[in-house]
């Protein structure tokens, strides 16, 4: 199977050329970029010499088909919409790493994104890339939509609840943290280093367009959730995300081994999700470069609340690895194929 | 005056050494450890170097007095409890950094502290050392215990929300984030460089001891609270604390304009902390090395939730400046008096 | 004295506001900037909020000269070679943050720099502001040329030796390593935090600006030194400068001790040099937001070489801290006045 | 083949099975402690739940010749002097990641370890590890030395320099700078995270013990060598060693042309070592998590001194790495088995 990533010089599209080199049943071959055609992919990452050195190319639908089966857009706000139809029509199947295709309602999208939305076929089409509450629909499709970092750490921690409906669906409350490589490599103020380091800030309150993709996920896999109230913070750290997540437990009765009892049966058939072990917390650390996600489960009895935390890596289960595992899921291989990666500790 | 320091060892220690260096009303004459006696600070600590050579002495209520008139204890828990009252005795002015004095029932503190209290009228002696809510007392005793960090961070961001009854007293959720240094001084494995670098952690969920603190607060000065739910967090980074609290707004009506005004009504009279415009937010470098408490205010329609921001630095108006603060009150001195430092930013 | 800045949105700018705040001599009347003009420095800088809320002017020579007595000048190559012809013949006192008016040979900064050298009278006319070697000059002087960050730190380490003909001065090599702000505050792909974190980087190998004036310094206050071999790094901090300095000794006889009281000697009247006992060493913490160099010194029997290592906080004694040193020199007041600060640790 | 790891705990320990977990020609079987015996290494490292659940057993020779191939030492000072010889009498193959056997002279290893050395038998038979330098011996021997991490980064830098004679041998210098996790995992003052962070550190002066085996490295594979200098720093980072190494070229007629080719053809067949173009340098996050060494050359004309720039990952090429490489070549696998890593980046 051979691959081809628009939007390559990115965050995602490195850590897309790191998983494929060592896929046993995928090949990249070409690589593009709408602004630095013509030099290799090792000039922009130096990290990369010797291993790939592909030139950058045009992102012509065309000349990406005669090159490639399959193709992953990690690229801005714009782009999939755009394109991703005539990649499909061309006979490619296509991986969407953006957030153009994952509100199924563009009128949603429109609200958040400030952005015109693709057509309503093409969001129709798209299937929502969560494995662990998708994995039927993802191995029937050929266009993907990859889902945000954000609600991929949120939703693997709170539908298990919502699903079961253990919390009331108004109460939910997400302080999410992330590593500032989710910023993506654009330089900019709030991400130079030395207004980063050693600072802890916090970002677009109540206005992040992950918002409606983690209410539309808890409603298509959970129950009725009117709301969340999400906060998004940056820490000084390069990798990884943080989601600590507070429902108030319907039942006073619940106890800290039933609820790591029923995530461990939730994804019991999903290799990427790690449940700790009660009274334990996973650190972002633990999946460093990785595609897991670790969960661990608390319930306090003086508040009736139960908290939630959730870790990945923002780039891996974030994004590049969660677009391999759909990858396999859609083309018929191994869930876990070319993603044995243990985290890289310390 | 001239001020005696226990426990000058430890980073406590450390900022109020560099606090009263430049403050214009106290001479620090003397330093004291259980453990580190003989030796000059300035070898515990090289950047004192040719700053401040005093040389470590033992801890001795009688001795203290000698050389001092006002004493700051920065030490492990216990100590306070076993020492504050012989240090009343001689006649000196004591404030405790620790929590052992904190809790007003001694049950509580045994039970979140896993301790023996100090006896009841030590405790019933001791003020709770948050200038901005507790001004008079602070100026008329000689046993003041300094708040904790997140407690103080929280407290100041809170208040003015359940003094003016305009949240659910039930529906409080405080999501905190701490600077590494807030550990102390002692290596463990937790803070190892090499575990805590480029890593984000979660610790002590439920079961941190300046819950008891937080709701006692809470309840003197603000209104009836039940509970709070309360997590902690270890940036990697050295200095700062956020603290990020939800709360529902018991009204629909309210907007954020009325919220920042509210807020810079309670501390029009308070040096030490700045509202943020609406739509802004602060971030912890921007307090660093300072007595500042800066926060940010905005409330969500969707969610009926109001969001608080509020950021410290956890060392000084944490720790040591509020130490000062409360030292300048209870002398009579200047509030803001030795604690004229800006940012050091970046 | 009033005082003016112009390039106060720069990282040297916001040191001198935070240093000039707390100045017994000086008062901080107006705030200079090219491109932000009428907007409140504490929008640029919102740690300064309620402290300094100048609104930002434009650049105009005959302004400032109705505003302030002394102008420091901390902006990109080009303007100061430009202005301070014009802020000089208004009468004003200028301390230049700047490259432009380092070298003394235009041929040399040309060659360098890249750039258009400004003419010979007014690089006749600035005085080296390196006050440990220059100091009655800057009494005397009303145009200071404030030194380059690496130079300082190299100097104040490499002089004695030079001076007192210790070395081989053809052998001299300095390995430097910086903290990213010396980099500035304008965003770039290698300051990209995601780039930078958990990464150390060298640059300008045997190219950097700084060599010249590291030569031309040892010439004029040490001895005749041919050329120095000079890298510089980036270190993943805020904050710091350590230059390791590496010269073979001339004699094979002399010892550690005599070392370290030649440089005890030689700056026993200089109140922000320390020199560390020997077998200790200084690391950048211990410097950190004051205007000490700290030195450690070693002999290497073994290998007949001499190790200096000197650190310094690159925006204070490698820019802002000096500036007020210079600048309190060139008025007559106490050297240390206004820079009284102790090292924010940890 | 199977293998066992004496010393899993710690670092070095940690890299090894993440290694191990992924190469295609050896299974671990068993892994070995001296203080956690009976607790899974899963409990001492949770980002290996679910992937390594081996139980830590006690040190014994022949227990391991029951479950192991070949065994992997990641001791501290000591252990592998006194077990390495019943362990390859108990018929193992022998990898060495601790110092104990890498100075061929016991008396030298003496000298700058302050412990009793290894006996000669043993001290003969140990091969030195380093596969660029060293490949044919390594491929028939049963028991290897893994270099230290400093002497790998400084030897493949400076080896082709000294091989061919084009520098003064007496005047090398090698400025060296590492992460911290090359001080282990044992919590310390130096390593603290609060000391350490935003902080920048020089150590050992002139007295670290990678020194007489950099030295006997130049001699072994280079030319005669009398001495060099060499300092060790410490950046705020969790992986990566950068050495900046200068000599004084012989000819002042060599280009930097000549040298990377020099550099280039000597590595041709050392898949492990990238050569970086003329004018490029690599930083240490280009080989994060891999096994590469990737090198700059540079050549001043002006001084007549080449500096070579050398970066590795301190525990893959700088140990772990560099162990499971010359497993491969002891046993006749493929070099490059199991370690193709891309560095992860950013």
């Known amino acids: 199977m051979k691959a081809a990533i628009i939007g390559a010089t990115g965050y995602g599209g490195a850590d897309l050329i790191r998983l494929l080199h060592n896929h046993p049943e995928v090949e990249l071959r070409s690589v593009h970029s709408s602004s630095q055609q013509g030099i290799k992919i090792s000039e922009s990452y130096p990290h990369l010499q010797g291993i790939n050195d592909l030139v950058l190319q045009d992102i012509d639908p065309q000349i990406i088909k005669e090159q490639a089966d399959v193709v992953f857009l990690s690229t801005p706000p714009g782009v999939s919409r755009d394109i991703s139809g005539q990649l499909i029509e061309a006979g490619l199947k296509v991986i969407d790493l953006s957030g153009d295709l994952r509100l199924v309602d563009g009128k949603v999208y429109e609200q958040w994104y400030g952005n015109e939305a693709a057509n309503t076929s093409l969001l129709e089409k798209a299937v929502y890339g969560l494995p662990e509450w998708e994995r039927e629909k993802i191995q029937q499709t050929e266009l993907i939509s990859n889902p945000g970092c954000y609600p991929t750490a949120t939703l693997l921690g709170l539908l298990p609840l919502v699903k079961n409906e253990l919390v009331d669906n108004r109460s939910i409350i997400i302080d999410a943290k992330s590593a500032v490589s989710g910023a993506g490599r654009s330089p900019s103020a709030v991400t130079h280093f030395s207004e980063m380091n050693d600072n802890f800030k916090i970002y677009k309150v109540n206005q992040h367009k992950h918002i409606p993709e983690i209410e539309q996920g808890l409603n298509m896999y959970g129950g009725e959730v009117p709301f969340v109230t999400f906060s998004t913070h940056l820490v000084p750290m390069t990798r990884g995300i943080m989601a600590t997540i507070y429902a108030n437990s319907k039942s006073d009765q619940i106890t800290e081994e039933q609820l790591r009892e029923l995530f461990e049966e939730n994804y019991k058939n999903s290799p990427f999700v790690r449940i700790r072990k009660n009274g334990h ?15 661990g489960i608390t319930y306090d009895e003086r508040t009736g609340r139960i908290t ?11 994004a590049a690895g969660q677009a391999i595992q759909n990858l396999n899921l859609m083309l018929g291989y191994e869930e876990t194929s070319g993603l044995n990666y243990i985290p890289t500790y310390p």
Do not use: Q, W
């Open 281 to 295: 917390y996973p650190s972002t650390k633990e999946v460093y470069g990785t595609n897991y996600c670790d969960i």
């Open 308 to 318: 939630v935390v959730s870790v990945i890596d923002n780039l891996m289960k974030g």
